[in-house]
């Protein structure tokens, strides 16, 4: 595998499930990202990561709950969503906060 | 004033011209700009860097930057359809990478 993978590439769940999304980069950065955009809508910053801590969340509620357990793996757990939380989940990697982001090929999610 | 501008189009260029993108930013402290594609769906792609100013080519692609008037601009030359697509710009800003709302790129064959 090369760059960010993430998995799965479709989810769809109901407002009651609980699932998990992932994220794999293969670059050797530091930083780690998740992004939402929802339908012909800019990227929406959700939460940095910088050297497995969280350095941002941008007021995101909190039935989406991020995980990075090394400078690696990113995961967005989810859980009691709303219908208007469907959108292309996007992970990113850069080798440090400022530096340019590559992005996985995401995650479209779709609640039901 | 937004930090980072973009005009969201749509853009229309007729094939085999020359699409021009313009981006505007906030920050005079900012000190790399960067051009991304995306495709209706897909994940945004990373096709230009720039750094200093003047001009930098890649390609069909020329990105161009000018700090004094805070503006970075990627051309297209020769312009294909499979150029159609939503092109974003990014600017670093204290250690943050804000991305613009982007520009519809829309090449008519």
């Known amino acids: 595998e090369t760059g960010v993978t993430q998995t799965p590439r479709h989810l769809v769940m109901g407002m009651t499930n609980k699932k998990s999304l992932k994220c794999e980069q293969h670059?050797?950065?530091?930083?780690m990202y998740w992004y939402k955009q929802s339908a012909k809508k800019p990227l929406e910053l959700m939460f940095v990561?910088?050297?497995?801590?969280?350095?941002e969340n941008n007021s995101v509620p909190s039935r989406f709950s991020p995980e990075c357990p090394n400078s690696s793996h990113l995961f967005l757990h989810l859980h009691t969503l709303q219908p208007e939380d469907s959108a292309l989940y996007l992970c990113?990697?850069?080798?440090?906060?400022?530096?340019?982001?590559?992005f996985g090929p995401g995650t479209r999610l779709t609640v039901t | 004033q937004k930090e980072v501008e973009q005009n969201s189009g749509p853009l229309s260029v007729p094939e085999g011209a020359i699409a021009s993108l313009n981006c505007t930013y906030s920050?005079?402290?900012?000190?790399?700009f960067f051009w991304y594609r995306q495709y209706s769906g897909k994940s945004p792609e990373l096709i230009m860097s720039?750094?200093?100013?003047g001009d930098k080519e890649d390609g069909r692609f020329t990105a161009q930057l000018n700090k004094a008037s805070q503006y970075v601009s990627l051309l297209i030359r020769d312009s294909q359809p499979s150029d159609s697509a939503t092109y974003l710009c990014?600017?670093?800003?204290?250690?943050?990478?804000?991305f613009g709302k982007g520009t519809r790129l829309h090449i008519l064959p």
């Open positions: 990113a990697s850069s080798a440090g906060s400022g530096y340019e982001q590559y």
């Open positions: 670059l050797g950065h530091n930083a």
């Open positions: 990561y910088s050297l497995e801590e969280r350095v």
């Open positions: 920050d005079r402290g900012s000190q790399s």
């Open positions: 720039i750094y200093s100013n």
């Open positions: 990014a600017v670093n800003r204290d250690d943050k990478i804000i």
